[in-house]
């Protein structure tokens, strides 16, 4: 289904009496909101946003990333929302859906009166447009071959003007939820298109703004590459908030490239931004923290990430990587990592201890589905020790490092990308862990461009990597490239023909079962089961789940802070900004 894996990812001496971040933590006395009290929202005002990439086509059908997505939920709509705060399913462009007996056929009855932003009536036959340009061949959509159901395309039928019905191939465990990742599209825009073979040049960056209508909160105003890209309210948005008042609040939204992450901090500070759209760093926290408590700035706890940064070795058995060095593809050699890391450690060292300690990809954030009882492995220097030695790495020559049956110190390298100063902060707490007495591991990491990592990684010519993967959904079906062992991002040896191994092959199994299950407890069983399998093996390492911490200014409100991306700008049809805040009495 959704291709919902996007990349996204030093040791520093940290101050003693550095403040950390609490819930529980008292509001600032002039900030009812976060007191508990409602506020009126004030209409009017711009959102001014920094973000640390811009998109390479307005388009979103055929383009993944998370730029394109974020501009398609500003100025498109779908069909239904996945609330990214409580994972629910809420109405969009349909206000209700109805099942038939095998949860094969849904009814979507959408909301009548809707216009396009340039005026034109929305009907059934935008949808039904929508899903042929995605699944047509000559689009070659990404987003479109991520969501098949076994491989066949979802289909759309339109029943009359106001409903229409979306059948799926076979039986699919999460429902309706695909719907959030495909916004509707304008039939009378972008047919002609569509019909020449050109769908996949229409709506570029350098396509006219007025061009470009949606049935999203905000057009498009203006497009400067490199600088800025500036939305204005949409007159024609239909929804309304629980009062009657028209949304969205704001008259528009400003995004801001700033790709340094020192830039946007001190952009923040200044007042030259409202938000971050990013988790912040923590090395930036306790700056933050202070002028939060000023006034100046709030900080929003989405909770623990859902996607953590992992670590995973190539597994590939023709990988030149493993040749003269088996021992690097072992099972005993990931276990004895996992065993001689100091989870608790990294999560203070690097997170100021604002992260859950954890030792695979499922964290508390996943709510329902994480196991609460699948303890990560617990630090023991002596059983890493065993399990080197169980595969001959030992050490032979007193030089406190191990060393394989030929002598050799056995010596690794793990890539991570510039920039994401967390990553090296953790790997270099890795590096000296493994270097400790008792284990004697060698290992090296190298911060290159992240173009370069993602290269070596294609071509399969590394020994390891420690990066991230981004979901848009709690529910792990939603990301099989990850879990089958056919999955383009089965990071440690994708694309597999047949499954290498049997306990690949038997969460292939599990998975493909727990995703056509019409059953929630029936799919979280299965799943739980996929978990422990996962764990047994470990193929890929986990440490900390850091928390969701975003940063805006205290005049800023309306914010529902998320763990999905995007984590802040999901709704901004309902954020406000106001230096005057009236409390509701």
Known sequence: MKKSTVFAVILA?????LYLWRDNRPAPANDPERAGEAVIPVSGGRLTVAYRSEPKTFNRLISPGAPEDLVAR?????????????????????????????????????????????????????????????????????????????????QARALDP?????????????????????????????????????????????????EIVGLGPFVIQEYVAGQKLVFARNPKFWERDGEGRALPYLDGVELQFVPDQNAEVLRLEAGQIDAISAPVRFEDLAALQDLEKKGKVALHNAGESIGPDMLWFNLNPSAKAAKGRPWLQRDELRHAISAAVDRRAIVNAVFLGEAAEIG??????????????????????????KLLASIDLKDRNGDGLVDDAQGRTAKFTILTAKGYTARERTLAVLKEQLRRVGVGLDMEYMAVERGSMIEAWSRGDYDAIYFAIESDSFDPARNPEFWMSSGPFHFWNPNQKTP???????IDDLMTKQSSSMNDDERRRLFAEAQRVFAEHEPVLYFAAPKVILATSARVHGTRPSVLSPNLLWNAERMFVSDAVRAKR
């Open 162 to 210: 106001a409903s229409v019905a979306i059948v799926l191939p076979a039986p699919y465990g999460p429902g309706l939820s695909m719907l959030d990742a495909i916004p509707i599209l304008p039939r009378h825009k972008l047919a002609a298109a569509l019909e020449a073979g050109t769908f996949r040049d229409a709506w570029s960056t350098t396509t006219p703004v007025s």
């Open 500 to 506: 290498a191994t049997a306990w690949e092959a038997k």
């Open 74 to 154: 500003l100025t498109q709509a779908t069909l239904i929302r996945l609330n990214r705060t409580t994972g629910e399913l809420e109405p969009r462009l349909a206000r209700d859906w109805k099942p038939s007996p095998d949860g094969l056929t849904w009814i979507l009855t959408l909301v009548e009166g809707v216009t396009f932003s340039d005026g034109t009536p929305f009907t059934s036959a935008d949808v039904v447009f929508t899903f042929q340009a995605l699944f047509d061949p000559k689009v070659k959509s990404e987003i479109g071959a991520s969501l098949m159901i076994g491989g066949k395309p979802i």
């Open 360 to 385: 695979g990809p499922i964290t508390p954030g996943h709510k329902s589905w994480f196991l609460a009882d699948l303890k990560p492995p617990a630090l023991d220097v002596a059983a890493a020790a």
């Open 13 to 17: 001496a940290l101050g003693a009496g």
